[in-house]
């Protein structure tokens, strides 16, 4: 359904989105959008460095029991 949509589709698609929701409304949110974008990834980058900077190494934490069992 989605593969037939070409060109004038979308043209069609975008002016009745920017009729019903006018362009100040679509512009705050394609911003929100931007803000929410550049929040994750500085999410991602912090966490990726946390973890770069951990300086605790992994530890075994399987019982002794269940070692003996291997």
């Given at each position: 359904?989605?593969?037939?949509?070409?060109?004038?589709?979308?043209?069609?698609?975008?002016?009745?989105?920017?009729?019903?929701?006018?362009?100040?409304?679509?512009?705050?949110?394609?911003?929100?959008?931007?803000?929410?974008?550049?929040?994750?990834?500085?999410g991602v980058k912090d966490s990726?460095?946390?973890?770069?900077?951990?300086?605790?190494?992994?530890?075994?934490?399987?019982?002794?029991?269940?070692?003996?069992?291997?």
């Amino acid at each position: 359904m989605l593969n037939n949509i070409g060109l004038p589709g979308l043209l069609l698609i975008a002016v009745v989105v920017l009729v019903l929701f006018g362009r100040g409304k679509i512009s705050s949110l394609m911003g929100e959008v931007g803000k929410g974008i550049t929040a994750f990834k500085k999410g991602v980058k912090d966490s990726s460095e946390e973890i770069e900077n951990t300086s605790t190494p992994v530890r075994d934490v399987t019982p002794q029991a269940e070692k003996d069992k291997v």
